[in-house]
């Protein structure tokens, strides 16, 4: 199960998975997302936050889930993996050598750094 929350005005898509990942979650985050994109354009970034990676429900949500990091990658310009979890911190490199987003890993302890890296560019455009 995933929970969800958009910052329209940063662009800034956050995640929680909060139990085994489902075929459905992947479906509303698409379909927010989507939506987002029609009205707005790309979204800045994404921060994934989790202390563990909880795994899929099943075979068809990591089905899903790759539809969705296939269909929607161009549309973040960075991804913020916010977790202790081990197997997610490794994640950014393997991640890196598909998707065209800028992926970076931070401890789950560090979610205020993450948002301001990935809101950094934001920061300077507005200042300017």
Not at 5 to 32: H, N
Not at 38 to 67: K, R, Y
Not at 74 to 86: E, P
Not at 112 to 120: G, I
Request: hydrophobic share 45%; with cysteine; aromatic share 10%.
């Amino acid at each position: 199960m995933i929970s969800h929350e958009l910052l329209r005005e940063q662009g800034i898509l956050k995640i929680f998975p909060e139990g085994p990942l489902e075929s459905a979650d992947f479906e509303k985050l698409s379909q927010e997302v989507d939506e987002y994109i029609v009205a707005e354009g790309a979204l800045t970034g994404m921060m994934i936050c989790t202390e563990s990676f909880p795994g899929w429900e099943d075979f068809s949500a990591l089905i899903s889930h790759l539809n969705f990091v296939k269909n929607n990658h161009a549309d973040f310009g960075k991804v913020a993996a916010v977790t202790d979890s081990k197997f997610m911190a490794i994640m950014p490199k393997i991640v890196e050598l598909f998707v065209s987003a800028e992926v970076r890993h931070f401890n789950y302890d560090e979610q205020d750094t993450a948002m301001a890296w990935l809101t950094a560019e934001l920061s300077d455009t507005q200042a300017n």
